[in-house]
Antibody, heavy 113, light 107 residues
Framework: EVELVESGGNLVQPGGSLRLSCEVS????????MDWVRQAPGKGLEWVAN????????HYVESVQGRFTVFRDNAKSSLFLQMHSLRVEDTAVYYC??????WGRGTLVTVSS | DIQMTQSPSSLSASVGDRLTLTCRAS??????LCWYQQKPGKAPKALIY???RLQRGVPSRFSGSGSGTEFALTISSLQPDDFATYYC?????????FGPGTKVEVK
């Protein structure tokens, strides 16, 4: 059974940094694209970023470009999202996903002073 | 960016009803569309990919159709487990974009 477990969410002040992690099991992690999607409280889904299997190709939504970096460790079946210069509007539950098919339960990031 | 719209934004329905939810793209996306179901406090669940292909394990009462800019998700006979919010997503171009969702509530 495929399982994705996100971690690293926390309360952080505006301008701060945070690194999210996603551990994947039961799935050939190194062979698939991985995505991050977020959902602000009471709002809809927003795609954030993705990365190819080799980690050499990455795409971001414009609102996080230059602030967030997605990367992966195929040896550890893990996906990461490094977030800098966090803004109040980045407050959301962050989900990792295997090619937008299998999803984790999410981790909450709250940006507030 | 491709804008996705969904209609209606919400609806009230009864068990056994046949429902059709629609999704429109601001430009043609071929068949590069997925549908998701989300319940409160839970992660989205993938239902359909490539506009009409059912994900493994998804009940056959769900079906998808459409291409280009107009898409539909049909639930042939609504079950108690189906009350949720449904989102479409285009994966033709970057950034991937979701529709705002259709909430299906109990009448």
């Amino acid at each position: 059974e495929v399982e994705l477990v996100e971690s690293g969410g926390n309360l952080v002040q505006p301008g701060g940094s945070l690194r999210l992690s996603c551990e994947v099991s039961g799935f050939p992690f190194s062979g698939d694209w991985m995505d991050w999607v977020r959902q602000a409280p009471g709002k809809g889904l927003e795609w954030v970023a993705n990365i190819n299997p080799a980690g050499s190709e990455k795409h971001y939504v414009e609102s996080v470009q230059g602030r967030f970096t997605v990367f992966r460790d195929n040896a550890k079946s893990s996906l990461f999202l490094q977030m800098h210069s966090l803004r109040v509007e980045d407050t959301a539950v962050y989900y990792c996903s295997t090619s937008l098919n299998n999803w984790g339960r999410g981790t909450l990031v709250t940006v507030s002073s | 960016d491709i804008q996705m719209t969904q209609s209606p934004s919400s609806l009230s329905a009864s068990v056994g009803d046949r429902l059709t939810l629609t999704c429109r793209a601001s430009q043609a996306i071929g068949n590069d569309l997925c549908w998701y179901q989300q319940k409160p406090g839970k992660a989205p669940k993938a239902l359909i990919y490539a506009s009409s292909r059912l994900q493994r394990g998804v009940p056959s009462r769900f079906s998808g159709s459409g291409s280009g800019t107009e898409f539909a998700l049909t639930i042939s006979s609504l079950q108690p487990d189906d009350f949720a919010t449904y989102y479409c997503l285009q994966y033709k171009t970057y950034p991937r974009t979701f529709g705002p969702g259709t909430k299906v509530e109990v009448k």
